[in-house]
């Protein structure tokens, strides 16, 4: 068995070593010019023009704005979903650091002086600076299963909460990057080569713009990418049109990386949000509805704000059983950086809402959050806020029950209680916490998304009796490639080392999808599973007896024989089809659920924060690479805590970003990193590939209100703030508690 083995990765030597080729790694091609990027300096404002200091010297130097489109015949938008943000503005800024203009020159330092030699003349508007002010509905939806209105007015306890959660930038180690060039022949041809999460994105939108009617007209290659986050998801294709405009204007190769800086202040990040969240339930604790009201930050431009909204609606019940439910949310404009993908897609922010929620519940009961949450999870038969009947792979109660007994939860608690009452007798200044979450994720895309995207891989028998798997799945850090040559070897009852992983690129790879929403290894897995089988298959079919399967098969590769090829396009299982007006039917597949227990010291006089342990339990149906996948929920959840207790993008008044470096824009590193105690139960989706389904994102939902919990509970310990500390929004960072801490003090 090669699925269930931690093989290697097999990337990770290159990496480790530093022979991994990264864009910026790429030799400099003949001519290569250096590109950058002239962005508006104010949030909202009539651009007028734009002026080139007559006393530079531009000789060397292609320019390019919004005029040059016109002329060059390109069309100015990118294209994503409603497509209203254009390559490069024209009439109107709607956001600083917006791009207005390009420049390149083959020495790096002049084209940065070049930059600065730009004057862009604009006249500023007044600018919608957060979500609060925002009125200009960007998508809205609504959930409304049985009678919400009805049930919480003849409920015996109604609880009622708003939450609020912030930006959060991906901060991946490689910033945005491409190398773009034309060929010219027949059809010209535009390469982009570059850190990025979904080629056929930056496919789509080279066509889009430049008018290439054929698709191999464009060429879009992944080099090595180190890290996305969703931030390489749609972001690739703003940067790999600006290359490839210079490209063609200078009619030389042109390489544009970020810096550190740029990247941060210029592209997406988490959508901020506000949620309202109403619950009624029995005086035992028994669930009987909710109603949530949800609104997030889209930013200046729509992106992939709508699925990233869906998404959060779809979670913002939580992993709980209600009757009743409705959601009502939408997401509004702002004069900020358009917000888009990142880890979890909006799950993480109404998931915060009700879990902090139902921490406020069992505070009203009195009554334990593990028994209050047990009582309420969502089983097998249960039906969600969409009327969907969960019928498989429905591991919630085992993910609780694992994290609770590893975490030895009411030992340690009444531990930590002797603790805090002997550290406070003895007039010490820290106090420690428990809390604890349980979630669920969507996995793979919603709704009828699979069946729109037809999802292909292809796999191809070489000589010596190889497989070599042939699919636009990236692998951005993850382990994809690994993961798909385990799949395919266990398919195909060949060594791991039989099978190879072709680097994405769409000259050479079919169409199966970005990667992104958990559907990497559940969706397309399944489907390099079938190709590899069904080769496999056809070789052995075709020995003579006693031929080896490499000598039939290249028996069969002398002969032509077509079925040494093998492309597979994704069904998905039959389900309740989903009503994308309603929102009732079968929202995805099936779900991962995940449980964690998070344990913190606080201190008392400056309320920093630490985790010292966080015990996790994902039901991930099946682990193809038990490392590898105890790897993603342990990175996951520390992005989660980075999230809640360290993380913060600092707002100036006109717009613009305060903490724009590593420096100051704090994230966890290894010597934050609490220490992790990770269980991997494994409760099969039959429809995935030895029984795996989606884990990339569920681990980002649960920390934070987990460590909330925790500090809650460690800031209990204190009688100074009596009924104790309520923390409703995130950052939990020390100033914010200790804010929270003061009022709580004024109040009791």
């Known amino acids: 068995m090669i699925i269930g083995r931690s093989v290697p990765r097999i990337d990770g030597h290159a990496k480790v070593t530093g022979k991994a080729v990264y864009v910026d790694d790429l030799p ?7 590109g950058v990027t002239v962005r508006s300096p104010v949030a909202h404002g009539t651009l007028r023009g734009i002026e080139l200091d007559p006393a530079f010297d531009w000789s060397d130097v292609t ?41 390149a020159c083959a020495d790096r330092d002049k084209a940065e002086r070049a930059r600065a030699a730009v004057k862009l003349l604009i006249d500023p508007l007044p600018a919608v600076l957060s979500l609060d002010e925002g009125t200009v509905v960007q998508k809205k939806y609504r959930i409304d299963r049985a009678d919400v209105d009805a049930a919480l007015a003849a409920s015996e306890v109604v609880i009622e909460g708003t939450y609020r959660v912030h930006h959060q930038e991906q901060l991946y180690i490689e910033p945005q990057g491409v190398v773009a060039s034309w060929h010219e022949g027949e059809t010209p041809v535009v390469h982009v080569a570059g850190s990025l999460q979904c080629p056929y994105y930056v496919h789509k ?66 959508h901020p949000a506000v949620c309202k969240v109403t619950l009624g339930c029995k005086r035992d604790g028994t669930f009987e509805a909710i109603k949530v009201d949800v609104v997030m930050d889209g930013g200046a431009y729509v992106t992939l704000t709508p699925v990233v909204l869906s998404r959060g609606t779809l979670h913002a019940c939580g992993a709980y059983r209600f009757a009743h439910h409705r959601v009502e949310s939408r997401a509004v404009a702002t004069n900020t950086p358009p917000n888009g993908a990142f880890r979890g897609f909006g799950a993480p922010q109404t998931i915060w809402a009700v879990e902090r929620h139902v921490d406020a ?17 969502l089983q097998k038969g249960d039906l ?62 919603t709704g009828s998304g699979e069946h729109r995207l037809k ?64 559907r990497t290894v559940m969706v397309v897995g399944s489907i390099v599973q079938k190709a590899a089988a069904a080769v496999a298959s056809h070789v052995r079919a075709k020995a003579a007896p006693g031929e080896s399967f490499a000598t039939a098969g290249d028996r069969l590769l002398a002969a032509g024989d077509a079925e040494t090829k093998c492309l597979v396009q994704y069904v998905p299982p039959q389900s309740r089809a989903f009503d994308d007006a309603t929102y009732q039917g079968d929202a995805y597949p099936c779900y991962s659920w ?16 630490r985790v010292l342990r966080l015990f996790t339990a994902h039901d991930v149906g099946k682990a193809i690479n038990p490392v590898l996948c105890a790897g993603q929920v342990e990175g996951g959840t520390l992005q989660a805590i980075g999230w809640a207790i360290h993380e913060a993008i600092v707002w100036r008044k006109d717009g613009s970003i305060a903490n724009a470096r590593m420096t100051n824009y704090i994230v966890p590193t290894s010597v934050d990193a ?43 310990a204190d009688l100074r703030w009596g009924a104790g500390v309520l923390l409703p929004d995130l950052p939990l960072l020390p100033e914010n508690v200790f804010e929270r801490a003061r009022r709580a003090e004024v109040v009791s």
């Not at 600006?242 to 592209?267: F, M, N, Q, W």
Request: proline share 5%.
């Open 674 to 716: 609490p220490e992790f105690h990770t269980t991997l139960v494994e409760v099969p989706y039959p429809n995935g590939p030895g029984g795996a389904k989606g884990v990339g994102e569920l681990p980002m939902d649960g920390g934070a209100p987990a460590v909330a919990n925790a500090i809650e509970h460690a800031l209990s």
């Open 455 to 518: 999802g292909k891989v292809q796999v191809d028998l070489e000589r010596g009796g190889r497989l070599r798997v042939r699919s636009a799945s990236t692998d951005i850090g993850q382990g994809t490639e690994t993961i798909f040559q385990q799949i395919a070897a266990e398919a195909a009852d060949l060594a791991f080392e039989d099978v190879s992983f072709e680097n994405p690129d769409t000259s050479k790879v079919p169409d199966s999808g970005p990667t992104v929403a958990s």
């Open 384 to 445: 969600t806020s969409t009327g969907q009947v969960l019928d498989v792979s429905v591991g919630g109660q085992e993910c609780l029950d694992a994290a609770t007994k590893a975490a030895d939860f009411d030992r340690r608690a009444r531990d930590l209680e002797a603790w805090n009452a002997a550290e406070a007798a003895a007039g010490r200044r820290k106090r420690r916490g428990l809390g604890i979450s349980t979630f669920m994720h969507g996995a793979g895309f």
């Open 361 to 377: 519940v069992a505070r009203a009961l009195g009554r334990s959050p593990i028994d209050l949450r047990r009582q309420n999870l």
């Open 205 to 270: 939108a080279l066509k889009k713009a430049f008018h290439l009617v054929d698709d191999a007209a464009a060429r879009v290659e992944q080099t090595v990418t180190g890290g996305g986050f969703g931030g390489k998801e749609e972001y690739p294709s703003m940067i790999g049109l600006h290359a490839a405009l210079l490209a063609r204007k200078s009619g030389r190769p042109v390489r544009l990386i970020y810096g550190r800086k740029e990247d941060i202040e210029a592209t997406t990040k988490r």
């Open 63 to 103: 320019v390019v704005t919004a005029e040059d489109l016109v002329a060059m015949g390109v069309e100015n938008l990118v294209a994503l979903i409603e497509e209203d943000q254009p390559i490069l503005a024209t009439g109107v800024v709607r956001h600083v650091y917006e791009p207005v203009a390009l420049v």
């Open 28 to 34: 400099p091609r003949p001519g290569e010019l250096w």
């Open 594 to 609: 995940a449980c964690d227990v998070a344990e913190v010291e606080v201190d008392l006089d400056t309320f920093e924060t």
